[in-house]
Each structure stands twice: as structure tokens, then as C-alpha cells.
């Protein structure tokens, strides 16, 4: 069951100057398969009018995309033999103090960093053969289910599916010394998965679009067993909390439904909510390739750096902070206030959108929690954060 957690920090009077850094996601990094069977091994599919798209099966395996007007120059490609499509399922932990946040990752329970293709398809504007093949593609997914928003579409369309998983090393147990003892080998098996689908489309003779959709995994989360003891020596501590509360002269506890409860008191405000009793993934990665020479710029308002290659860069709305950084403004901020400082990431209006010197460009739709991954030389890695609801 992932959690949502928050946090409010802005009752404290002092403060540590120097916050650490938020833990995150680690860049995910996994091993593209693919059925030579059903995928060809070298195809140019068109899309729209103006785009074509390569897949190649040299080197592992990948996919470009050209623009007809220049087609030896890619504007877009995966890494060869390499996932591009990943996800995760982990908690969600945020504090807050006047409008200053820091998002992180807290436990992470899931990671499918492997993919397969199974099929890579065009589909015409006549094309009617995709009714009742993607029975088990999910709800809401646009192109199978919203048939009368095609009006405006630039036809053809590529379609792309498979499977993303998460391999296990195989176990074995032994005696040694009358001990048991696990050993681990090498060969491996998929432990996890869930399907996907990635569907690319022209937007205009200048633009193509991408849409990535995840179907349920197969991973059950099951809540950790708490004994009596432990069990009791919580409800100790919540009464002793309570009592010393009262000394204090202020306490207020409410209890809402649904796991979703509110502790306030002097110190600080935690918000707990229970999203989902389904192990549903609630981060999603995309991962590109990039020049190490390619510089990136934009991401909306930004004061602290032009080129943000070597940056991890979230996209969220707050404070842009009093000193970013710079010493000892920052330093005494961060002292009487929660965070106030800032740091080089945090702006009032940051924009999921970036323009390359190499005169590449995208733009992430949607209002989700975002962070774009540049720490590394050649790639780009995008991780949207899905927050379900219960």
C-alpha cells in the first residue's frame, strides 16, 4: 500500500541552516528485449505526414525519429539496446513551510527497469483491426476508447507494446556447519511485470507527440505484521504524546476515514494518506538519448544556472527561496525558516520544456510532478510522479 505523506515544518523557530538534499529516485537504467519473431529487424515507419520513425535491432536494439525535410539527422532516439520505458512504485514523502516544499522518495517497494517489445504497429486512419486486439490495454487510454476525438489526428499513427519487468536472482539454501545458508546464481528470472504502450502521432508538421501507458502490474504489496508488543508501545507513546501535548496547553487530533489523518500540534502538522490497497505504479521514466556536448536550457523561470546539463531538475510551483545558495543570506534564511533559502531548482514558475543547443525541444502535457534527469552524459531520463487518490 504506498503512502502519501506531508509534512509541515513552519511552527519551528530554528531551524537547520543547511537541509540536507532530497533523497530521489535514482536514474533507472535496464535491458531492452525484443521477439525477433513478430519485430522486424531493421523498418522505417511513417508517421503523420512529416516524421519517420526507425527501429533498428543493431547494438540491442532502438528507435529513432527523423523529420522528412532532413532525414539523416535524428531528432529523437532510444539507447541502443537499453529500456526506455521503466517504472516504480514508492512512497511519497513531502514537507512544507510557507510555501517553501521539498518532494522525495521514501521506500521504495518496486522497480521494473527491463522491457520487451512485442509489437510495434502502424495504424491508418481506416484501420479497424485494433478493435478487440488490446482488450487488456487500460482504462482511459485515449486511442482504444475515445474513438471521436481522431478528428484533428495525422494519420498514420505508430503504436508500440510490450512488457516492462523486474528480474529476480534465483536462490538456493544449503547447510553449512549445520547452518543454513542462501547462496545466489547468476541466472535470473522475471519476477514482475506489467504491460505498456507507447504511442507517437504528429502533432504539426514541426511536432511529434508521445503518449506512455502502463497497465497493472502483477506485484502484490502486503503491510508488514505488527506484533502486540510493538503494538502496545505505540499506543503508549501515542498517549504519552498526548499527555505531554496537554502540558504544553495545546493539542488538537482528528481522525478522518480512509487512513487519512491529521496530527497538529507546536512542533509541526503530518498528513497521512493511504493512496491505494493495489500495488499500482505511481512513477513512470522515459529515458533518451543526449550528446555530451548538448547543452539544455529553459524549464521555465530559473535564475541559478542557463545550461542545466549535469542538473536534476524538478518541475513544482513554490518560493523561489531567499539566497539560492549564496552565503550567509541562504544560511540565515534556512535558520528562521523552514527551507526559505532555496536552492538552484526552486523557482515560482518552473515549465516542463527545454530547447537543446543541438535545436532539439520537448514539453511535457499535464500538471504531474515531474523531474527531468540530466546528471548523466548521454541520456536524458524523465520521471513523472503519479499521486492516485483513494
Excluded at 28 to 51: A, C, M, W, Y
Aim: charged share 25%.
Amino acid at each position: 500500500m504506498a503512502a502519501l505523506k506531508i509534512t509541515k515544518k513552519h511552527h519551528k523557530h530554528l531551524n537547520n541552516p543547511f537541509p540536507s538534499t532530497p533523497t530521489g529516485l535514482p536514474s533507472i537504467r535496464g535491458t531492452l528485449f525484443f521477439n525477433s519473431k513478430r519485430v522486424p529487424s531493421r523498418q522505417i515507419f511513417s508517421i503523420g505526414e512529416d516524421f519517420q520513425i526507425l527501429w533498428s535491432s543493431n547494438h540491442g536494439g532502438y528507435i529513432s525519429i527523423y523529420h522528412q525535410s532532413s532525414p539523416s539527422r535524428s531528432i529523437w532516439s532510444t539507447i541502443p539496446g537499453q529500456a526506455f520505458v521503466s517504472a516504480a512504485l514508492a512512497e511519497t514523502e513531502v514537507e512544507e513551510s510557507r510555501g517553501s516544499f521539498v518532494v522525495k522518495d521514501g521506500d521504495v517497494h518496486l522497480v521494473c527497469n527491463d522491457q520487451t517489445i512485442e509489437d510495434i504497429r502502424v495504424i491508418d486512419k481506416f484501420d479497424r483491426s485494433l478493435e478487440g486486439k488490446y482488450q487488456d490495454s487500460p482504462s482511459g487510454y485515449p486511442w482504444f476508447e475515445q474513438k471521436k476525438g481522431m478528428n484533428g489526428t495525422k494519420f498514420p499513427i505508430l503504436l508500440i507494446t510490450g512488457s516492462i519487468f523486474s528480474m529476480k536472482k534465483n536462490k538456493r539454501q544449503f547447510w553449512k556447519d549445520g547452518t543454513a545458508a542462501e547462496i545466489q546464481f547468476e541466472d535470473k528470472e522475471p519476477s514482475t511485470s506489467a504491460r505498456y504502450w507507447v504511442l507517437f502521432e504528429q502533432k504539426n508538421s514541426n511536432q511529434i507527440g508521445f503518449q506512455v501507458m502502463l497497465g497493472q502490474s502483477n506485484f502484490k504489496l502486503y503491510p508488514k505484521p505488527s506484533s502486540t508488543v510493538s503494538g502496545r508501545y505505540r499506543r503508549f507513546r501515542r498517549r504519552l504524546g498526548l499527555i505531554k501535548k496537554r502540558m504544553l496547553g495545546f493539542c488538537w487530533y482528528i481522525s478522518r476515514p480512509r487512513g487519512y489523518v491529521i496530527v497538529s500540534s507546536a512542533e509541526e502538522e503530518i498528513e497521512e494518506l493511504r493512496v491505494s490497497e493495489s500495488a499500482q505504479f505511481n512513477r513512470v521514466c522515459l529515458t533518451y538519448s543526449s550528446e555530451a556536448n548538448e547543452r539544455f536550457y529553459g524549464f521555465g523561470e530559473q535564475f541559478s544556472h542557463v545550461n542545466f546539463k549535469g542538473k536534476r531538475v524538478p518541475i513544482f510551483v513554490q518560493e523561489q527561496g531567499i539566497g539560492r545558495g549564496d552565503q550567509p543570506i541562504t544560511f540565515a534564511a534556512n535558520l528562521v525558516s523552514y527551507r526559505a533559502g532555496g536552492d538552484y531548482s526552486t523557482t515560482y514558475a518552473p515549465s516542463p520544456f527545454y530547447m537543446t543547443s543541438k535545436m532539439r525541444s520537448l514539453y511535457l502535457e499535464g500538471y504531474d510532478y515531474s523531474v527531468f534527469d540530466l546528471t548523466r552524459h548521454d541520456r536524458v531520463q524523465i520521471q513523472v510522479w503519479w499521486i492516485l487518490q483513494p
